[in-house]
């Protein structure tokens, strides 16, 4: 659909400290991360930072927090604010008195020398925080002692043959690094890219960061990319132990500023459903329906995720999608 133009972005973020100066450890520093020696296979990435969130969940717990407590105006919470403040968000000791806990046990909890809060500490934080569902539990993953083995989901026969039969609805699935595993044929005409013929790369979020291609197809870019940024969140929390998701968000964050701006966030994100735009360069621009199904690895996995598309009866999208299936043979990916 359209041919790859990877681009890279070695360019480093200002990185400032609590107080806004600025970082004297490197201008690539995200809170709370560990340096890397080299990352091999990725040019400019000589010395790039460990970002929160990879390896270290109690790193991870502190990073999120941290990350959190600075999108709360202290106005939302009945704090003053005022013109010469120099923290963006909450401080340190405003968080924990909100939340009910000593400021001492807050700051271990951020520098990760805390471990296991209770559910009681970790309920107060997340209302304090303004949490919703998927955040908290995401935070409870972050704060929980079980650490799950990266799922070894697989595309069944079964599966593939319930995609080849939805003909007329674009479809495809990704795994928990949101790799592009599977496919029917209206869905490669839909999204292109990772699921382009002859693609050896087919993950989403390289796609979304490093193809200048995934701008044209996807018009709410920015959007987009907070998705992938926030599922891939959960996955770091959820399989810490994941050598190629670790290799992944690395990677990405030594060659994309905006994905260390958006990682940064500690924006967290959920398969759901709802609308896109995606634009393809015969249909033109589309608005189309979208649902996210389930397959578990084994139960409690996250496993694999199929997005479907669809449009509402007698819309012009609907016609579109009925000649792109006529146009295109059918079959499996």
């Given at each position: 659909?359209?041919?790859p133009?990877?681009?890279?972005?070695?360019?480093?973020?200002?990185?400032?400290s609590?107080d806004?100066?600025p970082?004297s450890e490197?201008?690539d520093r995200?809170?709370?991360v560990d340096r890397?020696d080299?990352?091999?296979g990725?040019?400019?990435a000589?010395g790039?930072?460990?970002?929160?969130?990879?390896?270290?969940t109690r790193k991870a717990l502190?990073g999120?927090l941290?990350?959190?407590r600075?999108?709360v105006?202290?106005?939302?919470?009945g704090l003053?604010?005022?013109?010469?403040?120099?923290?963006h968000?909450?401080?340190r000791?405003?968080?924990a008195?909100?939340?009910?806990?000593?400021?001492?046990?807050?700051?271990r909890?951020e520098?990760?020398?805390a471990?296991?809060?209770?559910?009681?500490?970790l309920d107060?934080?997340?209302?304090?925080l303004?949490?919703?569902?998927?955040?908290r539990?995401?935070?409870?993953?972050?704060a929980?002692?079980?650490r799950?083995?990266a799922p070894?989901?697989r595309v069944?026969?079964?599966?593939q043959?319930?995609?080849?039969?939805?003909?007329?609805?674009?479809?495809?699935?990704?795994n928990?690094?949101?790799d592009?595993?599977a496919?029917?044929r209206l869905g490669?005409?839909?999204i292109?890219?990772p699921?382009?013929?002859?693609r050896r790369?087919?993950?989403n979020?390289?796609?979304?960061f490093l193809d200048?291609a995934a701008?044209?197809?996807?018009?709410e870019?920015?959007?987009r990319a907070?998705e992938?940024v926030g599922q891939?969140?959960?996955?770091?929390?959820r399989?810490?132990?994941?050598?190629?998701?670790?290799?992944l968000?690395?990677?990405?964050?030594a060659?994309s500023?905006?994905?260390r701006?958006?990682?940064?966030t500690?924006?967290v994100v959920?398969?759901a459903?709802?609308r896109?735009r995606?634009?393809?360069?015969?249909?033109?621009?589309?608005t189309?329906d979208y649902?996210t199904?389930?397959v578990?690895?084994v139960?409690g996995e996250?496993?694999l995720v199929?997005?479907?598309?669809?449009?509402?009866?007698?819309?012009?999208e609907?016609a579109?999608?009925?000649?792109?299936?006529?146009?295109?043979?059918?079959?499996?990916?």
């Amino acid at each position: 659909m359209n041919s790859p133009h990877h681009i890279e972005r070695p360019d480093g973020m200002d990185s400032r400290s609590e107080d806004g100066t600025p970082n004297s450890e490197g201008t690539d520093r995200i809170d709370g991360v560990d340096r890397i020696d080299g990352v091999e296979g990725i040019d400019g990435a000589e010395g790039i930072d460990r970002i929160d969130g990879i390896g270290e969940t109690r790193k991870a717990l502190g990073g999120f927090l941290r990350a959190r407590r600075g999108r709360v105006a202290p106005e939302q919470v009945g704090l003053v604010g005022g013109r010469r403040r120099r923290v963006h968000g909450l401080r340190r000791e405003e968080l924990a008195q909100l939340a009910g806990i000593s400021v001492d046990y807050y700051v271990r909890l951020e520098q990760g020398r805390a471990t296991q809060p209770s559910p009681e500490v970790l309920d107060a934080l997340a209302g304090a925080l303004g949490l919703d569902t998927a955040e908290r539990r995401h935070l409870a993953t972050l704060a929980g002692a079980r650490r799950d083995p990266a799922p070894r989901a697989r595309v069944s026969p079964l599966l593939q043959r319930l995609l080849d039969g939805m003909a007329h609805f674009p479809a495809f699935v990704t795994n928990h690094r949101l790799d592009v595993v599977a496919w029917n044929r209206l869905g490669v005409e839909l999204i292109g890219g990772p699921a382009a013929p002859g693609r050896r790369d087919r993950n989403n979020a390289r796609y979304l960061f490093l193809d200048l291609a995934a701008r044209t197809v996807h018009p709410e870019w920015e959007d987009r990319a907070r998705e992938a940024v926030g599922q891939l969140q959960v996955s770091a929390g959820r399989y810490p132990g994941d050598a190629e998701l670790t290799a992944l968000i690395t990677e990405l964050s030594a060659r994309s500023a905006e994905f260390r701006r958006i990682w940064a966030t500690g924006e967290v994100v959920m398969c759901a459903a709802g609308r896109k735009r995606l634009r393809h360069p015969e249909a033109g621009l589309l608005t189309l329906d979208y649902e996210t199904l389930h397959v578990p690895a084994v139960p409690g996995e996250m496993g694999l995720v199929v997005h479907v598309f669809s449009a509402e009866e007698g819309s012009r999208e609907a016609a579109s999608l009925a000649r792109l299936a006529m146009a295109v043979p059918t079959g499996g990916g």
